[in-house]
């Protein structure tokens, strides 16, 4: 079983950037795609960003395309999440995720593909 623990949350201004990191263990990371959610206060957790076991393929929510970026680094079991231009509406707490199925093609948006959550780092947007 993977576990994940991410790290680099805070509070900063809006237009302000802080990246995330997502350490995980064992020595599979390399075959599995890896996702960003988050969740604000009284709302759904919702999807933000994937990455695939390669690195090649990406896949971004509307509401953070062009403003974040996914990436990791196989080699250090390190998935990030670089966010720029901080809005007060992208305050949430964070959780990274694996994808449950190795060598996906096609990275998933869908919550339910995921079977590994780290504990959440909390991002807070003042405005």
């Known amino acids: 079983q993977v576990q994940l623990v991410e790290s680099g949350g805070g509070l900063v201004q809006a237009g302000g950037s802080l990246r995330l990191s997502c350490a995980a263990s064992g020595r599979t990371f390399s075959k599995y795609g890896l996702g960003w959610f988050r969740q604000a206060p009284g709302k759904e957790r919702e999807f933000v960003a994937a990455?695939?076991?390669?690195?090649?393929?990406?896949y971004y929510a509307d509401s953070v395309k062009d403003r974040f970026t996914i990436s990791r680094d196989n080699a250090k079991n390190t998935v990030y999440l670089q966010m720029n231009s901080l809005k007060p509406e992208d305050t949430a707490l964070y959780y990274c995720?694996?994808?449950?199925?190795?060598?996906?093609?096609?990275?998933?948006?869908?919550?339910?593909?995921?079977?590994?959550w780290g504990q959440g780092t909390q991002v807070t947007v003042s405005s």
């Open positions: 995720a694996k994808d449950l199925s190795p060598w996906r093609v096609e990275v998933t948006t869908d919550e339910g593909a995921y079977d590994s």
């Open positions: 990455i695939g076991w390669s690195g090649r393929s990406t």
